[in-house]
């Protein structure tokens, strides 16, 4: 069964950079696009991220363009999210998410279990 | 951005009840290649969401038949024909044809 394992959130300060990483089980990694999707403390949902299979193309939520990276390593199976110039609205659970297709941003079909990060002095 | 809204906000059902969710976009969500590209994901109490309904009204792979979706353009709703304690949480719903936005969710628990 699909299997997706986030870590590395934690508490940063302000201004601050955290590296988050998703494993990737159960499916062929490297045939599908991936997202990062976050969601403030008792807030909705909020799109960050995607990248095609082949990490080709990358698109951002115009809240984090020129401050997040999104990357994958397609040889571990395994999915990043570089988040530099850290802000307290930023603090989130952050979730890795399954693509349903491989080069188009489409939908979400599974989801991580999500890692927090906190941005706080 | 495409803001998508839900009514209501919040829900309480008796269990066998039906429940219905109505969301609205500001925009078309109908692509000049015949698809709607509207969904429907359910977040249970201290777990990610979790998708039930693709493009307006394909149930995903293990989603019960008591969960169904309709409508068009910008009007689609959801329904659940029976609740059950199970179906407890926020229902989101979310639109792709742009950036991907979601509603505010609604929130439903049993009375």
């Known amino acids: 069964q699909v299997q997706l394992v986030e870590s590395g959130g934690g508490v940063v300060q302000p201004g601050g950079s955290l590296r988050l990483s998703c494993a990737a089980s159960g499916f062929t990694f490297s045939s599908y696009g991936m997202h990062w999707v976050r969601q403030a403390p008792g807030k909705g949902l909020e799109w960050v991220a995607f990248?095609?299979?082949?990490?080709?193309?990358?698109y951002y939520a115009d809240s984090v363009k020129g401050r997040f990276t999104i990357s994958r390593d397609n040889s571990k199976n395994t999915l990043y999210l570089q988040m530099n110039s850290l802000r307290a609205e930023d603090t989130a659970v952050y979730y890795c998410?399954?693509?349903?297709?491989?080069?188009?941003?489409?939908?979400?079909?599974?989801w991580g279990q999500g890692t927090l990060v906190t941005v706080s002095s | 951005d495409i803001v998508m809204t839900q009514t209501p906000l919040s829900l309480s059902v008796t269990p066998g009840q039906p429940a219905s969710i109505s969301c609205k976009s500001s925009q078309s969500l109908l692509h000049s290649d015949g698809k709607t590209y509207l969904y429907w994901y359910l977040q249970k109490p201290g777990q990610p969401p979790q998708l039930l309904i693709y493009e307006v009204s394909n149930r995903f792979s293990g989603v019960p038949d008591r969960f169904s979706g309709s409508g068009s353009g910008t009007d689609f709703t959801l329904k659940i024909s029976r609740v059950e304690a199970e179906d407890v949480g926020v229902y989101y719903c979310m639109q792709s044809i742009q950036p991907f936005t979601f509603g505010p969710g609604t929130k439903v628990d049993i009375k």
């Open positions: 990248i095609r299979y082949d990490g080709s193309n990358k």
């Open positions: 998410a399954k693509d349903h297709d491989k080069a188009v941003a489409t939908y979400f079909d599974y």
